[in-house]
């Protein structure tokens, strides 16, 4: 069969050049040199490094599964399978769409138009288009699960880390339709005899699938240390115990949790404005759901833990209830921005943003979260201290 060949969309016209220093972190030799220009939100080219990266990042995955997707409906003997790539051409063809908009604000265009796929996604098209039958089925769907897992991670980082909310709002949506795939991806991995844990750090390829060469190309396990069992068996409740100096950082952890679960709700009862309350909702859900997989994690360790407020937590509960009207905004903003700075902190202190094993692994995807709440209070903070003057 011939090579898969360049997809045509029009996005492909607007594909991919970043400004400033992402030009040079990455192999960007088929694109045009930055052109300056007024950028969109008043961000400049060194803020908005990050906000390009990620629309890279979001269009060489949708160009790969697109073109992943066609090569399944072509080479696939499982019915399932070819259901499968036809709706990854469908979905990822329909989100590539979406992301043209957002890269035509940022001027982002290619030397020669066509299909970016970047070193990881142009390395897998080499090497399923080697595969027939059912080896293509079971390596297709290896791959899928393992590249949704890894996408819906950079996605819901960037929805998080991005400064544009259009991004911010494209990032969200996406890593619901992502979501959505990797669920499937499982279940029609499964049909074809694939485990639906494939794709996660520190697993290994059957033998009808050709191993990860070492040229840096493919993901490779990363996992060290006492907690590396967690990412290798993730469904396993017998991992290594934590040291003693993990165990306490955790239970800070979900001490720090249940305080802005209980701040954020005596502040959407009492709240005055809107956007408090709205932020207050948003700490309550990310505390929620980061509590649970820092639960999650203890309890692989057999690590007994229990959030608890100390008295400073206790007091902080106690300055909100005794604000009056409008200081409630401004002390809740005041005490969400200086906390969430100090969580940051004892990330960095413990140096768990640094860490490889399964334990970094949930500590650096929180960190985003963290990081955003951060700023989304010290604006409110800014706002409610010119009010009370």
């Known amino acids: 069969m011939p090579r898969v060949t360049p997809i045509t969309f029009a996005f492909a016209t607007v594909l991919l050049a970043a400004p400033g220093a992402a030009v040079a972190q990455q192999d960007s030799s088929n694109?045009?040199?930055?052109?300056?220009?007024?950028?969109?939100?008043?961000?400049?080219?060194?803020?908005?490094?990050?906000?390009?990266?990620?629309?890279?990042?979001?269009?060489?995955?949708?160009?790969?599964?697109?073109?992943?997707?066609?090569?399944?409906?072509?080479?696939?003997?499982?019915?399932?399978?070819k259901d499968f790539g036809k709706q990854m051409v469908s979905d990822h063809d329909a989100m590539n769409d979406q992301w043209s908009k957002v890269a035509s604000r940022y001027h982002m265009r290619i030397m020669n138009p066509g299909a970016d796929f970047g070193p990881n996604g142009k390395e897998a098209i080499d090497r399923l288009e080697k595969l027939k039958g059912s080896e293509f089925d079971q390596g297709y769907m290896m791959e899928m699960i393992r590249d949704h897992e890894q996408d819906l991670s950079d996605i819901q980082r960037l929805q998080y880390s991005a400064r544009d909310p259009e991004i911010r709002d494209l990032a969200a949506s996406g890593a619901s339709t992502i979501q959505q795939h990797l669920t499937l991806a499982r279940q029609v991995g499964s049909q074809v005899g694939v485990a639906t844990t494939a794709g996660r750090v520190g697993t290994t390829y059957p033998t009808p699938y050709p191993s990860p060469s070492s040229n840096g190309n493919v993901r490779r396990p990363t996992t060290t240390g006492a907690v590396a069992n967690e990412a290798n068996h993730p469904n396993e409740h017998n991992a290594a115990a934590l040291s003693k100096e993990d165990h306490a950082f955790v239970d800070n952890v979900l001490d720090d949790h249940l305080l802005h679960i209980r701040l954020a709700r005596v502040v959407q009862r009492d709240a005055r404005l809107d956007e408090t309350k709205d932020l207050a909702k948003r700490v309550e859900n990310e505390m929620t759901r980061w509590s649970k997989r820092w639960d999650q994690f203890a309890d692989r360790h057999d690590a007994d833990v229990t959030a608890h407020l100390d008295e400073h937590d206790r007091n902080k509960i106690q300055r909100i209830q005794d604000a009056k009207e409008k200081n409630v905004d401004h002390t809740y903003a005041l005490i969400v921005s200086r906390h969430m700075e100090q969580m940051l902190e004892n990330f960095r202190h413990?140096?768990?943003?640094?860490?490889?094993?399964?334990?970094?692994?949930?500590?650096?995807?929180?960190?985003?979260?963290?990081?955003?709440?951060?700023?989304?209070?010290r604006k409110l903070d800014r706002q409610t201290d010119v009010d009370q003057k």
């Open 31 to 81: 694109w045009l040199p930055p052109e300056v220009q007024k950028l969109p939100n008043g961000q400049n080219q060194a803020t908005a490094v990050n906000d390009t990266t990620g629309i890279r990042m979001a269009v060489q995955s949708n160009f790969t599964e697109v073109a992943l997707g066609r090569l399944a409906d072509d080479r696939a003997s499982s019915s399932q399978v």
């Open 350 to 377: 413990e140096r768990w943003d640094e860490r490889k094993d399964a334990a970094g692994m949930v500590a650096q995807e929180e960190i985003p979260v963290l990081r955003d709440l951060m700023d989304r209070a």
